[in-house]
């Protein structure tokens, strides 16, 4: 779930982006897993699905290589765009689904940006 306002626009990385509705300092937690919000399933759950929801899940969800699950956020945090120099980085220190911490000052109206290599094995990313 995200613990920072934020607003969805059209993103000049990727379709729709994730963007800042405050300033963000560094070391601020953006995003945490909340259990009966967010969505953790198995990759043989995700295969059970119909084709549809197993494209829908895997377009909008993503396989966390740490743990083996697939992790769907129900809030807007799944619009984060990819970037190989992000401003929101996971952390697995404190919680096994990992958190997204601010790793520099986020400015209001910046796209919030993750490096999806950080969290999961993907096919269309080129390797690291």
Same mark, same amino acid.
């Given at each position: 779930?995200?613990?920072? *306002?934020?607003?969805?626009?059209?993103?000049?990385?990727?379709?729709?982006?994730?963007?800042?509705?405050? =300033?963000?300092?560094?070391?601020?937690?953006?995003?945490?897993?909340?259990?009966?919000?967010?969505?953790? %399933?198995? =990759?043989?759950?995700?295969?059970?699905? =119909?084709?549809?929801?197993?494209?829908?899940? *895997? %377009?909008?969800?993503?396989?966390?290589?740490?743990?083996?699950?697939?992790?769907?956020?129900?809030?807007?945090?799944?619009?984060?765009?990819?970037?190989?120099? =992000?401003?929101?980085?996971?952390?697995?220190?404190?919680?096994?689904?990992?958190?997204?911490?601010?790793?520099?000052?986020?400015? %209001?109206?910046?796209?919030?940006?993750?490096?999806?290599?950080?969290?999961?094995?993907?096919?269309?990313?080129?390797?690291?």
């Amino acid at each position: 779930m995200l613990l920072v *306002k934020t607003t969805l626009a059209p993103s000049p990385i990727h379709g729709s982006g994730l963007f800042s509705n405050e =300033p963000i300092a560094s070391g601020t937690d953006v995003w945490r897993f909340q259990e009966g919000f967010d969505l953790e %399933k198995t =990759p043989a759950e995700v295969a059970a699905l =119909p084709t549809v929801a197993q494209d829908w899940f *895997k %377009k909008y969800g993503y396989l966390d290589h740490h743990i083996d699950q697939y992790i769907l956020s129900f809030d807007d945090a799944r619009f984060m765009n990819h970037s190989d120099d =992000p401003n929101v980085r996971p952390d697995y220190n404190r919680h096994r689904c990992a958190v997204g911490i601010a790793v520099r000052d986020i400015a %209001k109206g910046e796209e919030l940006t993750i490096n999806y290599r950080e969290l999961e094995h993907s096919s269309w990313l080129s390797p690291a």
